[in-house]
C-alpha cells in the first residue's frame, strides 16, 4: 500500500490535467487489485509460494474451459488477451507518400527499394546468398525525413502501416524509468494486405503485471511474421535502447531491451521477410548490442541546395504564387543549415503572409472576375476600403489574397533561424565515420 500512498502524494501537487487522469486511473486499478488480492488470501488462498510459483502466486488463474481437458486447445488465455490489446486499436488509414515526395536521400531510398520493394516485386533477383536487408537505422538531426521515409516504404510497398491518429504510424510504448516516463513509437506494417494502420495508447503496452510489457514486445514481432512479409517501425529507437548499465535503468526497462534483442536476432537469422526499420536523433545513446543487430546504418542528413530548392515548391503546391525558377533558387542558397521541418514551417508561415496583407490593406480593387484583392493606393481602380467595410457591405464571400511573392519569403527569412546546431551535426558526422554510411 506505500506505492498508492505515493501516488496519492503525486496526486496532490501534479498540475497538469493530463498526468492526474492518468495517475487517477493507475491509482484506481492498483487499488482494486490488491483488494482482489487481500480477498483471496481471506478465502484461505496459497501460503508464501515457493521460488518457481512466486509469479503465479501473485496472479489469479485462468479458469479451464469446461470439458476442454487439462491441456485444453487453441492458444494460451494470456497470450490471446495479449494480442488482443494490441489488435484492438487498429483504424483503417491508407498513407500515401511517394518516393518522389521525399527530397533527396538517394542512397537511402535505393537501400530501402532493395530491401522492401525488390523482394516483393521481383523475388527472383534474391537466390543462394543473395538475401535483402533484414535490419535499418535510420538516424540523423531532427526534421530530415526519417518518419517520412518510413511512411514512403509503406506506400510504394502497399504494406499494412499501423499508425497513429496525428497522421504517423506510430504505437506508444511507454517505460518508467527512474522518476519520468520515457516513450517509443513502434510500428508495425505487413504486405501484401489492404494498407490498414493502427493507434496503441501508452495504457496498451503498459502492463501492471510483472513480465508483461516484454510479452507485448514478442506479440508484436509474432504479429508481423504471422502477416509476413512485413515491416516493424520503431521510431524514437533511443528511449527504449539506451546504453545498459545506467544508473537510472530500471528491471522492466532491462527485461524489455533484453526481449527486443532477443527477437531482433531472429529477425537477421530466422525471419526472412520480416524488415525492422528504426529511427533516431542520437545514435550514439543506443546500446552497442541494439546497434549491433542493424546490418545498415543510415545517416539522413540536413537536406542540399537541390533538396531544399524542391521542399519549396512541394510545400507551397498549387497556392497562387509568382516566384520564379530563379527564385527557388535563391530560396535554396539562403536556407543552408535548414531542416526539412524548418523549411516546412517556413513555408507555413509564409502561406499566412498574404492574409495579413489582406487584413491591413486600406485599398482595394476589383479583378475581372469580381473578386477584391489589396493593392496600393496608385493601382489603377483602386477603392479606398478595408476588408472588414467589404465584409459589412456582403462581400466577405468576394475577398482575394493576393498571390505569394518573393518579398513575404524575404519576410519570413529574415527573422527565422534553422534549428539544428552544428554540434549536432558535428555528433552525427562522428558517428557515420565510426559505425554509419552517408544516406
Known amino acids: 500500500m506505500n506505492a498508492l500512498e505515493y501516488f496519492k502524494t503525486h496526486l496532490k ?7 492526474r487522469e492518468a495517475i487517477t486511473q493507475k491509482f484506481t486499478e492498483y487499488l482494486r487489485r490488491a483488494e482482489e488480492i487481500r480477498a483471496v488470501l481471506d478465502e484461505g488462498g496459497p501460503g508464501p509460494a515457493s521460488n518457481g510459483d512466486a509469479a503465479v502466486a501473485t496472479r489469479p488463474k485462468s479458469k479451464p474451459k469446461s470439458g476442454g481437458g487439462e491441456g485444453g486447445d487453441g492458444e494460451d488465455p494470456e497470450q490471446a488477451k495479449l494480442r488482443a490489446g494490441l489488435n484492438s486499436a487498429i483504424i483503417r488509414e491508407k498513407p500515401n507518400v511517394k518516393w518522389n515526395d ?11 527499394q532493395e530491401a522492401v520493394i525488390l523482394p516483393v516485386k521481383f523475388p527472383q533477383f534474391f537466390t543462394g546468398k543473395r538475401r535483402p536487408w533484414r535490419a535499418f537505422l535510420l538516424y540523423g538531426p531532427p526534421g530530415t525525413g526519417k518518419s517520412y521515409l518510413a511512411k514512403a516504404v509503406a506506400t510504394e510497398a502497399d504494406s499494412t502501416f499501423f499508425s497513429s491518429k496525428d497522421g504517423l504510424l506510430r504505437m506508444h510504448h ?8 520515457q516513450y517509443s513509437h513502434i510500428v508495425v506494417c505487413s504486405n501484401p494486405f489492404p494498407t490498414f494502420s493502427a493507434s496503441v495508447s501508452s495504457s496498451d503496452l503498459v502492463s501492471k503485471w510483472m513480465g508483461e510489457s516484454e510479452k507485448l514486445v514478442s506479440n508484436l514481432f509474432e504479429m508481423a511474421r504471422d502477416s509476413a512479409p512485413s515491416i516493424i517501425f520503431i521510431d524514437e529507437i533511443d528511449s527504449l535502447c539506451g546504453q545498459r548499465g545506467e544508473g537510472n535503468e530500471s528491471e522492466a526497462s532491462r527485461r524489455i ?24 536523433n542520437t545514435p550514439y545513446a543506443l546500446d552497442q548490442a541494439i546497434r549491433r543487430r542493424f546490418d545498415k546504418r543510415i545517416y539522413i542528413p540536413l537536406p542540399d541546395v537541390k533538396a531544399r530548392q524542391h521542399m519549396f ?4 503546391g498549387d497556392t497562387p504564387h509568382n516566384l520564379t525558377e530563379s527564385d527557388f533558387e535563391n530560396l535554396a542558397r539562403r536556407t543552408e543549415g535548414f531542416s526539412g521541418s524548418d523549411i516546412s514551417v517556413c ?6 503572409e498574404p492574409v495579413r496583407k489582406t487584413q491591413d490593406a486600406m485599398f482595394f480593387f476589383k479583378t475581372p472576375n469580381n473578386m477584391w484583392m489589396p493593392c496600393g493606393p496608385k493601382q489603377p481602380g483602386a477603392v479606398q476600403i478595408t476588408m472588414q467595410e467589404l465584409a459589412a457591405k456582403g462581400l466577405a464571400a468576394q475577398i482575394l489574397p493576393p498571390p505569394i511573392s ?3 519569403f524575404d ?4 527573422r527565422q533561424r534553422p534549428t539544428v546546431s552544428k554540434a549536432d551535426l558535428e555528433v552525427h558526422e562522428r558517428f557515420t565515420k565510426e559505425f554509419g554510411e552517408e544516406g
Open 13 to 19: 501537487y501534479e498540475k497538469n490535467p493530463k498526468i
Open 102 to 112: 521525399v527530397a533527396g536521400l538517394e542512397s537511402a531510398k535505393q537501400a530501402l
Open 174 to 181: 511507454w517505460v518508467l524509468m527512474a522518476d519520468r516516463w
Open 257 to 280: 531491451k533484453t526481449e527486443l534483442l532477443v527477437q531482433m536476432q531472429g529477425v537477421g537469422h530466422n525471419d526472412q521477410k520480416v524488415l525492422v526499420l528504426a529511427a533516431t
Open 313 to 316: 515548391k512541394v510545400h507551397l
Open 347 to 352: 513555408v507555413k508561415d509564409v502561406l499566412f
Open 406 to 408: 518573393r518579398s513575404d
Open 411 to 414: 519576410k519570413v527569412l529574415a
